[in-house]
């Protein structure tokens, strides 16, 4: 029973290990909080692939942001004439929550 168990467990640990990281996909979601363009899912299955969301703000006012699964993500904030917030995360669905 006791080896049943242990190979159980760890074919269990091997899927678990296995699936992918789960993110929102939005090309275009716009200040009032819809999507309009590229709603969806996508599984960053790829080494080093996260979540990722830039938000992009005009006057400290969110104006839309764009939400995938990126490769390489960085964290990054760009201060032009607007303000460019680019944030990474490696929780499901996790760049739909910040």
């Given at each position: 029973m006791d080896k049943h168990f242990l190979l159980l467990s760890?074919?269990?640990?091997c899927i678990a290990a296995v699936t992918p990281l789960r993110c929102i996909t939005c090309h275009l979601r716009t200040q009032t909080d819809r999507c309009r363009r590229g709603f969806g899912v996508c599984a960053a299955e790829k080494k080093h692939e996260t979540c990722m969301i830039l938000k992009i703000f005009q006057d400290n006012t969110l104006q839309l942001s764009?939400?995938?699964?990126?490769?390489?993500?960085r964290e990054l904030t760009y201060d032009l004439n607007d303000t460019y917030v680019h944030t990474c995360c490696n929780d499901n669905y996790c760049n739909f929550k910040i």
């Open positions: 760890s074919v269990f640990s764009y939400m995938v699964c990126q490769r390489f993500c």
